[in-house]
């Protein structure tokens, strides 16, 4: 009897060997389909994500403040409901390289699936019956003067005549906590420079009022401080004098990384009764465009307020008394 079940076991350990194969193939299809209907899925998904969310009918306003990246952008169109996903709008900016989105105000019709929508933010098609202009940051107010001068109906010479117009000035110091006497002092070029927040902005025409421009970004600039009101008013200096530091620190920095050094050394400098010594506040103060050629001599060496460079100006910044008792 057990010579003749031995061939049987035999037999059934080969089919055993045999079926192994059969089963890895198997989990292998079975991956291999899972993988494909995974794939397949996920283009699915993505083409459906990139098609519009409504109709044509249905149209939104929306803003794309200076600055914003893509992860922004992504986000402010969902929640205005005209994308259905931030990654894949995120997905296909990444794919087809899609860059420099424009600043401003949109209107966008919900039909519009993604490429449409990033062609309109690219090229710039903007909120209808609005006109736009975009006030680069780290400029002075003379820019400022032109770029009015060059995107509405008003004059260079309306923008300086409202800076000289003192119930105008009190008016604005009376509404904004951020503003204060110290930009009414006699020394001062433009009392309102530092104050105006680059941006894009949108107004219904060329006619618009240099009051109702300076409106605007003074709003946007009440804005951003007031999200940092407590942190300022514990440095124990004004805002003035802060927003002076800052633009003096930014036009010496060459790159972002060296402000921090430079806003230390500077202090340190105000802290020891020493002059800024910084070359930027004496090309302003003799309004000469930064970098355009080299200072003289004697630019450097006459007092003006705004020269950190000249006599009499230790311990102070430009058109301020000492700001460390």
């Known amino acids: 009897m057990g010579k003749r079940e031995e061939p049987r076991r035999a037999k059934s350990k080969h089919a055993a060997d045999e079926g192994k194969p059969k089963i890895f193939g198997k989990i292998v299809l079975i991956l291999l389909l899972l993988m494909i209907i995974a794939v397949i899925s996920a283009l699915v998904w993505y083409n459906m994500s990139l ?23 992504a986000n402010t169109l ?54 736009n202009i975009t006030f680069v940051e780290g400029k002075t107010f003379t820019y400022v003067a032109k770029t009015i001068a060059e995107n509405t109906n008003n004059t260079e010479q309306d923008v300086y005549d409202l800076m000289k117009d003192e119930e105008y ?19 001062i070029y433009y009392p309102l420079e530092g104050y105006l927040f680059p941006d894009t902005y949108s107004f219904e025409s060329k006619d618009v009022k240099v009051e109702d421009i300076f409106k605007s970004m003074l709003d ?31 036009n010496e920095a060459i790159f972002d990384k060296d402000r ?8 340190n400098r ?11 506040t004496t090309y302003y103060a003799f309004r000469i465009e930064l970098g355009s050629r080299d200072l003289y001599k004697n630019e450097i060496n006459t007092y003006n307020p705004y020269n950190t460079r000249g006599p009499r100006m230790e311990g102070k910044l430009p058109v301020r008394s000492n700001i460390y008792s």
């Open 51 to 73: 098609s519009g969310t409504g109709t044509s009918d249905e149209k939104v306003e929306f803003e794309i403040s200076l600055g914003s990246g893509t992860e922004k952008i």
């Open 78 to 131: 969902q929640e205005k409901g005209l994308i259905k996903n931030t990654l894949a709008f995120k997905i296909y900016v990444k794919l087809n390289n899609v860059s420099n989105f424009q600043a401003g105000k949109y209107t966008i019709s919900k039909d519009m699936g993604v490429p449409e929508i990033t062609e309109s933010l690219q090229k710039g098609i903007l909120f209808r019956d609005s006109y």
């Open 169 to 187: 000035i009190d008016s604005l110091i009376s509404n904004y906590w951020f503003l204060t006497d110290d930009i009414k002092a006699k020394d």
């Open 220 to 250: 946007q600039m009440d804005k951003v401080l007031s999200k940092y009101k407590v942190d300022i008013q514990t440095t124990g200096h004004s805002v003035h004098d802060i927003l002076t530091m800052s633009s003096v620190i930014e």
């Open 260 to 267: 921090k050094d430079i806003s230390s050394v500077l202090y």
């Open 270 to 280: 105000i802290k020891s009764k020493m002059s800024l010594g910084c070359d930027v």
